[in-house]
């Protein structure tokens, strides 16, 4: 190919057999013979995708026909544009998009002038109009404040758990103290709770029963696990996911998004990853008929940290 | 009586030279005047290059969300009031679920060709994010966010921030076990900012986590607020580029002035909307071959169940990298909860990330004293310190992004958490430094070799009758044979190309 016919032109005033108007392809034939083909199985398959569609037929068969369809046609095409279609290359000249300083003063001139002397003339206007317009802006703001939601207020603080809950499992059944196996957790709700939705988020709580008989997790909480039934909340300090893994044979409860992990033995002090602080520990006591309950709600918020809790 | 008699030659003939075309856009420019500005839209010039297809393909991921979105919406129902499944997947019968799962699920199987398009508007999405993510890349590599371009980059950069965010609202909708995890850890993250952080998440949520209405809002914000301002959007990104031209690579007669190329009727336009097609048969064929987010697998999202070994999207990657490695430093005082150790992963690395990149073409400026317009895009190795800087910082989101799989590394590799830990602490703070350094090592070398980044030339062997060999070049490329790059007179931060020195040593071939 010469340079000449490498050099852009631009696109108006050729003559029809300029080289630059000629096909890109060398072979233009034998081009169009392999981009009908491709084409030709674009059509069938799209006409396949019709056919699965109407007879229900898996979903992976529609998949495939209507993606074979949609990709041919396109191949096809692109090519159709790459081969047989002008080869130019064509030039085009860019034209600045600034206008001339005259233009440019007059309308900063428009703006200025005309816009400032308004102002200046009519100043108790403009400032009605300024003042109105800011109230709107502040009073645009009170759905925020009284409609898209309550205020946090107290809930954040508090769960559910009340002086002598009843600690029952996801189907509402009391907990007695036969129920769960020695190495074993499950998880449990305050009584009444168990179906609500704050019950599933915030009060959710973890029941994990030890081998030791007189299990004390920290000092000043003697009592708080009898035969040993331990209950930490299960709500992860880190980000609030809960915390649903239970390593029996380190006492760890583990966090599965962020992998914190959670010293059962020892006040759930977290000893691995992200989370802040430990699980807070529900005290618990097992009442004259065997069933479990809570000596007192948590001493302090659940789950994730925020601006208000000290 | 007439004794005009009409016939089809004289009905053509009074048509005119154009025939049926010509009366119909001679209507229309009567009344619309599209003659004009018609033809230079037709005649455009549009410069070919390979990295430039990569902000079609986000373009044409977009359009394939759109229409699988619209067929998703006639099935989907936002709500969370609870419902017993009996629907054709058996081992879910008989469990509860709120209705946003049940018809997430039932799209999937009882309605014909609902599992593809569920499966197409997921991938399509990861996709879109994807080409976003390139298309930025190719962007800042190679100057294009320069005068007079900055007003697109930060578009562009805005539209990305958008995508992700409605790319995490709709991984939301579906209400299974591990979109609702993320939601969970979401509000967390809301509620992390200091001052303001659980009004801000009691306005979004509705009130305490789960919520009120959480659906109802993240659909509506999903299928109309952010698709509206995201179409808005892309509207004057195409506008823009429009208006001010395509960039292009030097050579080959391509000035600063002119744009070289093809028009856009009918080149440009045959193969873009080939491209179009292909995407969407890539993204169709995918969907067929390719599972993603089998919700059905997951079950239905309750609060105080959790899942094990799960990712989020792959955009969402970096942030849960960040959350994982970040040391557990929460701040408590004066009666109040910072927690730092949310808040500086999941808002204020993002936040730093994201404005500098907006500042971006600002504070190249600042330190280049470069106020001339720029057509022609730069070649990255002769601007080293910029392409070191880009590569560093990918690189640190790509170890943040495997940061985000310390479970499955651990496992994979039979090593303690701890270990991947704080390997990947290590990681993420050391390799930005080693890529900001090769990169800018390989820049400054490729600067120094002739002809890098240049097609190669044949050496043209030929024997003569008495068997003699001789080697000619061949003649160069019209393309490749072009001036430098202008000298921009710039301080150090970017160092002008080096000239060409023949070293001793050094093969130089001849061009």
Known sequence: ?310 | MSDVVVTRRSQRKALGQFGQVGKVIDDLDDRLGIAKGGRSFLDKIYPDHWSFLLGEIALYSFVVLLATGVFLTFYYTPSQALVTYHGSFLPLDGQKMTEAYFSSVNLSFAVRGGLLMRQMHHWACDIFVGAIVVHMARIFFTGAFRKPRELNWIIGLTLLILAIVNGFLGYSLPDDLVSGTGIRIAYSIILSIPLVGSYLAFWIFGGNFPGNGVFERFYIAHVLLVPGIMIALVSVHMFLMFRQKHTQFDGGGRTEDNVVGKPFFPVFMAKTTGYLLIIAGVIALLAAFAQVNPIWQFGPYEAARISYAVQPDWYMGFLDGALRIWPSWSFHSFGHTIPLEVTIPAVVLPGLIFNLAFAWPAIERRFTHDDEFHNLLDRPSNRPKRTAIGVALLTFLFALFVASSTDVLANFFHVSLNTVLIAMRVIVLVTPVIAYVVTYVICKEMQAVRGAGRRKTANIVSRSHEGEYTATPSPVYPDDRHDKLEPIPVPDFISAPEPDVVESGVRTVER
């Open chain 1, 1 to 310: 190919m010469s340079d000449e016919q490498r050099t852009p032109v631009t696109l108006g005033g050729l003559s029809e057999d300029d080289p630059h108007l000629q096909p890109a392809s060398a072979h233009p034939k034998r081009a169009e013979a392999i981009i009908a083909v491709t084409m030709f199985l674009g059509l069938v398959l799209c006409a396949a995708f019709g056919a699965c569609y109407w007879v229900n037929a898996a979903p992976w068969t529609l998949g495939a026909t209507l993606g074979g369809g949609l990709s041919f046609l396109g191949i096809g095409m692109a090519a159709w544009g790459k081969y047989l279609m002008p080869r130019g290359p064509f030039v085009e000249q860019r034209h600045p998009l600034a206008a001339s300083q005259d233009e440019r003063e007059a309308f900063v001139g428009s703006i200025v002038q005309r816009g400032g002397s308004l102002m200046k003339r009519r100043k108790l206007l403009g400032g009605l109009l300024g003042g109105g317009l800011g109230i709107f802006s502040v009073v645009a703001i009170f759905p925020l404040l009284r409609s898209l939601g309550p205020l946090p207020k107290g809930t954040l603080f508090h769960t559910d758990w009340r002086k002598d809950s009843y600690v029952v499992d996801q189907g509402g059944r009391r907990v007695s103290v036969g129920d769960l196996a020695v190495g074993s957790i499950m998880t449990v709700f305050p009584e009444g709770t168990e179906d609500t939705d704050r019950g599933q988020a915030v009060d959710q709580t973890v029941l994990i029963r030890v081998s030791n008989e007189s299990f004390t997790t920290q000092k000043g909480r003697e009592s708080w696990a009898p035969m040993g039934y331990v209950a930490y909340s299960k709500l992860c300090t880190h980000l609030g996911c809960p915390v649903g893994l239970y390593e029996q044979q380190l006492q760890l409860l583990v966090c599965p998004c962020h992998q914190s992990m959670f010293d059962v033995t020892n006040g759930a002090i977290p000893n691995f990853g992200p989370a802040p602080r430990p699980l807070p520990q529900l005290p618990l006591y097992i009442d004259a008929a065997g069933f479990l309950r809570s000596q007192d709600g948590y001493n302090q918020p659940v789950g994730p940290g925020f601006w208000e809790r000290a």
